[in-house]
């Protein structure tokens, strides 16, 4: 199992210390390191940033939003960077959700979510490939484009630059169990926002039988401190966010996953308080047995016997969301 480092997105402003910890990572022999973006920093700018600084270590996004580019932008971007990077770019993709896609790109949320995102993969793949001119006869990325508000000029391209790697990997953030089967099929690897090694059932039947050198790469945030209540806050923090504010009261991915994760009761709890502006008391509600059991928190003795745990499953990469560096040594250290 590798070890990855997971930067996230950023705040109020940019994140101090990210540079200096994707050096460390790369020093203590970690094999990646992932930039996010929501409605705020991009993924790509940051990533591109510590590329420069590093020499090694590979380069991921985790996970670019679909409804933010064009597939021929993101394309473009992730080949652009390979090359700038020596070959260490890996494109992780999501779709998001409606609130972040209609409130903040203001785009339609697909109707057929498994059919955007199986045409979304295909043009990127189709541009990194470079074989022939782009071509898609699809419903929600066709190329060209072919409907009645253009002007019908449109004709196949094909990208002037010639990609490092037409193999560049592709990897999906999927939640439900119909995307989770899905991304076994079209992607090099899945990019699970939670996973309990004791619940792979939770995502459904699809990782059943993965074909060698597919990517299990889970974020998980760890902490090396003496007290595991304490050390739970900063994940039930953001488990209240993304439960509670990350989707709407009808509609949102993450509260149905921890639901089918044996906590249905308890994630609608949780978007009831924060949606009702009670964000201290949906943090609050966060059981600490499902914050703990998608973490690595605690003493070095405890992180040591709980790590055992994740290498038995299929996860081939763990994405650490590390706030030190004294964590990710300890964890490079137990991963030998």
């Not at 004791?198 to 998980?220: C, I, M, N, T, W």
């Not at 806050?233 to 639901?259: C, E, Q, S, W």
């Amino acid at each position: 199992m590798r070890l990855g480092l997971a930067l996230g997105y950023w705040g109020r402003g940019p994140a101090p210390g990210h540079v200096e910890l994707a050096l460390e990572a790369e020093r203590l022999g970690y094999g990646s390191v992932w930039t996010a973006e929501s409605w705020g920093s991009d993924a790509f700018t940051p990533l591109t940033w510590i590329a420069a600084r590093t020499s090694r270590i590979g380069l991921g996004t985790a996970v670019a939003q679909m409804a933010a580019r064009s597939p021929t932008t993101t394309a473009m971007q992730a080949l652009t960077l390979d090359h700038l990077s020596g070959g260490r770019m890996m494109l992780g993709l999501g779709l998001s959700g409606p609130q972040v896609v209609e409130g903040w790109y203001g785009r339609p949320f697909p109707k057929s979510p498994l059919t955007a995102t199986r045409e979304y993969v295909d043009v990127v793949r189709q541009v990194l490939a470079r074989r022939a001119p782009v071509e898609l006869d699809g419903r929600f990325h066709a190329h060209p484009y072919r409907g009645a508000d253009g002007t019908g000029l449109g004709r196949p391209l094909k990208s002037i630059t010639h990609p490092l790697r037409a193999d560049l990997p592709v990897l999906l953030g999927a939640e439900g169990p119909r995307n989770v089967a899905q991304t076994v099929r079209i992607a090099d690897g899945w990019l699970p926002l939670y996973w309990s090694p004791s619940r792979p059932d939770a995502y459904g039947p699809g990782l059943e039988g993965l074909r060698e050198g597919f990517v299990v790469a889970p974020l998980v945030r760890a902490s090396v401190c003496a007290d595991v209540s304490e050390g739970l806050l900063p994940v039930k923090a953001m488990l209240g966010f993304y439960i509670g504010g990350m989707g709407h009261a009808t509609r949102n991915f993450h509260a149905d996953l921890m639901g089918r994760m044996g906590y249905e009761e308890e994630a609608r709890r949780i978007q009831e308080l924060f949606l009702a502006g009670r964000r201290e008391e949906a943090v609050l509600a966060v059981p600490d047995a499902f914050a703990d059991e998608i973490s690595l928190v605690g003493p070095r003795e405890r992180i040591a016997e709980r790590l055992q745990s994740w290498r038995k499953g299929p996860v081939t990469d763990l994405l650490v969301v590390a706030p030190d560096p004294v964590t990710l040594r300890v964890l490079a250290e137990l991963n030998t």
